[in-house]
Structure formats: structure tokens, C-alpha cells
């Protein structure tokens, strides 16, 4: 969409959205704070965002990042977790966090295979919590157009997304010197999960972000990647 057919004036309204990526697409930024090499994302079925990381401390003991990159908690797989298969420990250490769309988390370790309930509900919401810093979601609005967009799997990105961008992107005046609206750029990536040979393994592909803000309302009024 060429932004010079943007409506400066055009009304923003605060909207929720259903992730319509396929299950095996989720969105990243690059963490302000690298974690550790061989970290693993948290990703969410619900809005196919990665909230955080985990490197494998030891079979059955994670050190757990935010999506920033800075190191929150150890956790350990609970006591009533099933048990596992002396096979399957080799499999935990690379095994990817998926937080369920009912807000369960399960480690994905192999094809057709998840191993119990293993981040407790106080991790979760720890990193939950840590998304919400900063400028709010809720407090972002959307035009008709750009709310049309993120219905659209090829269009979509998750909501914390376009509000780092904001937050931690690179700012500048609209190309088109639309009073009012200005442009965040910010580098990004999409995972692909692939199963290969009954392990999970995610495919990374970085892209720029455009966001085009009005910032007297904070209405998104146009974003695309490159």
C-alpha cells in the first residue's frame, strides 16, 4: 500500500485480534539483550508471538528470558509431571516452549510429542507481565484499513510487536509530511517451525518493520515488512 494514500484525519478505534498464522509461524524482535547461545523461544499459539527464551541448564532445569533478552528465573519441571522416557532426556535439553491457546504451556519435543505442564503459571505471567512495560497495547489504536490487514495471515503481526517497534524502533518524519504521523522502523523476524526427523527445529528470517503512527491518538495508520 502506497502511504501516500493515508487518511491523516481517518478515525482509530482500540480493537482486539484473533492470530490468523498457521500454527507453525511466530513473530520475534531481536532481543535488546542477547541471551545465551542455544536458547530456545517461548512462543504463543494465541497471538504467534515469541514471549521469551530458555536455555537448558541442565535435563529438567531451564534459565528463563524475557523477550528482551535479560534472564528471569531457573524453573524446574515439577515433581507431577508424567514420567518420562530415559530416551526422551536427551530430547528435553532441545526441546521449544509452546504456550497453548488455553494458556497451558507444554514442551514440544519431538513429532506428535509435548511433555506436561513444565513453566509454571508465575513464570508465565512474569513473562507476560514483562511484555506490557512501556507503552501499552491497549492504547493503541486502529484504522478500518490497517485493522483489515491484521486479519490477514500474510499481513498479520502480533499487536507487542508493532509496539516495540514504537518503543525501541528508529523514529522519523512521514515521507509524505502528513502532519502528525511519523514512521518506526524496526528490524524483526518470523519463526517457522519444522519437524525433521522427530526433532523440532525454528527457521528464522528477519525483516524490517514499517509503522506509521499518528501519534496524537497513537492510530496505526499503515504497516508493512520488507
Keep these: 500500500m502506497d502511504i501516500r494514500m493515508l487518511d491523516p484525519d481517518e478515525p482509530g478505534y482500540f480493537l482486539n485480534f484473533r492470530n490468523p498464522l498457521p500454527h507453525n509461524e511466530y513473530y520475534a524482535v531481536k532481543p535488546q539483550f542477547m541471551p545465551p547461545h542455544g536458547a530456545r523461544p517461548i512462543v504463543d499459539d494465541a497471538t504467534g508471538l515469541c514471549i521469551g527464551y530458555t536455555v537448558a541448564h541442565a535435563p529438567g532445569l531451564w534459565q ?24 526422551d532426556i536427551a530430547l528435553i535439553a532441545f526441546g521449544v516452549f509452546r504456550l ?16 506436561g505442564s513444565v513453566l509454571s503459571e508465575a513464570t508465565l505471567n512474569m513473562l507476560r507481565g514483562r511484555l506490557k512495560v512501556g507503552l501499552s497495547v491497549r492504547n493503541l489504536k486502529f484504522t478500518r484499513t490497517t485493522a483489515a490487514h ?27 509530511k502528513m502532519p502528525g ?46
Design 64 to 87: 528463563v528470558y524475557d523477550a528482551d533478552g535479560r534472564f528471569t528465573t531457573l524453573e524446574e519441571a515439577p515433581l507431577q509431571t508424567p514420567l518420562i522416557d530415559p530416551l
Design 100 to 115: 497453548l491457546s488455553s494458556g497451558r504451556a507444554v514442551l514440544d519435543v519431538a513429532a506428535g510429542k509435548s511433555i
Design 150 to 176: 491484521m486479519a490477514e495471515s500474510g499481513r498479520y503481526i502480533p499487536v507487542n510487536i508493532l509496539e516495540k517497534a514504537i518503543r525501541y524502533g528508529s523514529r522519523s518524519p512521514d515521507a509524505q
Design 181 to 226: 504521523m511519523f514512521l518506526y522502523r524496526i528490524k524483526m523476524t518470523r519463526l517457522k517451525k519444522i519437524v525433521e526427523h522427530d526433532k523440532i527445529r525454528y527457521v528464522h528470517k528477519e525483516y524490517t518493520l514499517h509503522v506509521v503512527v499518528r501519534e496524537r491518538d497513537w492510530t496505526i495508520s499503515h504497516f508493512h515488512i520488507d
